[in-house]
């Protein structure tokens, strides 16, 4: 499937099955994984769908979705052992999607030899698909996305964060941490056009992070662990991620974090 094709997929799918049930969820249709973890009819429809077309195109490559791994751990290990495999976030920010906000988005990415080489994020509220090719670039709607202005002084730098324990706490020679938009499919593009300066995860998960680590990328931000190693695809860290407008604003944030 051409990137073309890849987005045409996951945007008939959202029509489909995730727009028609957008502030119309009926309370059978949402449920807990785990506490405060919610899945909803259309995560799971919408994955089936996605991963279907996928396996249908691509029977060699393994297809991580977020749904099939809570189902089945041990999809992390194929996953993380395939040269060719794709991650699948049906409706990433389903706590927003849930609650009605518009924030969320399907989200495709795709990885040869562990290394992220094609990314696909469809905000099918907001009308705005990104797409990123390794090597290539990224895009907004077809349109190159060009990396705006930003100020030079740390201290004017907006960071925002995942961990709601971490909101106004303020790390050294930084301003004090906003909370995200509590969706990576948001949150990454919003970095990338300059809405932020850095963002701060924790424990992130391939399907979450993969298509915005690419974007970024392409887009000629920076993304790593506060260890200071770059971001790899197949793994699951533990502590922070950060994603930042470039390496030399990453290595601000990740002294700081330390």
Known sequence: MDSDEVLRLIRD???????????????????EKKPGDLVTVADREAEVLITAALTTAYPE???????????????FDRYAAAEHAFTVDPVDGTKNFV??????AV?????????AVRAWIWQPQ????????????????GEPLVSPHRPTDPAEWRGVTSLRGWVGRQLPGLRPLELTWVCCGVDYPKLTEGACDFIVYRNPN??????????????????GTADGD???PRSRPTGEL????????????????R
């Open 126 to 141: 907001h009308g705005r698909a990104y797409t990123a090719e390794r090597g290539a670039g990224a895009w907004l709607n």
């Open 107 to 115: 989200m495709v990415g795709e990885t040869r030899g562990g290394e």
């Open 99 to 104: 609650h009605g906000s518009p924030d969320h």
């Open 13 to 31: 799918v959202a029509d489909e099955v995730i727009n028609p049930r957008f502030r119309d969820l009926a309370d059978h249709q949402v449920a």
């Open 230 to 232: 770059p971001y790899d």
């Open 206 to 223: 391939p399907w979450d992070h993969v298509p915005g680590s690419l974007l970024l990328i392409e887009a000629g931000a920076y993304i």
């Open 242 to 257: 950060v994603a930042a407008a470039g390496r030399a604003a990453y290595d601000v944030v990740v002294a700081a974090l």
């Open 61 to 75: 490559a393994v297809v991580l979705g977020e749904e099939a791994y809570a189902d089945d751990p041990a999809l």
